[in-house]
């Protein structure tokens, strides 16, 4: 029953609207709408926010300053908002271990992956991959 739920949520995020972070930005500008696209790419959120400015071209001042103003969050949020997606994925559908995933993601220290893990999902990643293919004994 569990791959049955987690291949349906496949399905679904290969179908669902665009992200929260990016709808309703009929008012933002284009260069933050075109950063936000790509800070979804691992080669822009593996690297941080200063990857973030770097791509939108303006300093990370300015850049959060328009994350809050037109997203109500920081580019640090949205960046591990990106890594935990990712993460998740890898999870799913790799046999990575958390370790090289962690890394995989952008963070520096397993430490920090886990602690971000839990925030976003509230279990661990060991646990959380055991639950989707749903080896709930070990």
Known sequence: MLHTEALLLDIARI???PPATLAGLTQCPDWLRSTLLKSRE??????????????????PEHLSRSCQKFLG???RQIIEQHRMDYAEKLLRL????????SFAC???TT??????FRRRFQTNPLAYRRWL?????S
């Open 15 to 17: 179908v669902e609207p």
């Open 73 to 75: 969050k920081t580019p």
């Open 106 to 108: 952008g963070y520096a």
């Open 42 to 59: 691992a080669s822009i959120f593996t690297q941080g926010v200063a990857a973030m400015a770097q791509e939108a071209r303006r300093s």
């Open 133 to 137: 293919t749903g080896d709930l004994a």
């Open 111 to 116: 430490a920090q992956f886990y602690r971000a």
């Open 94 to 101: 790799s046999s990575a271990t958390v370790t090289e995933i």
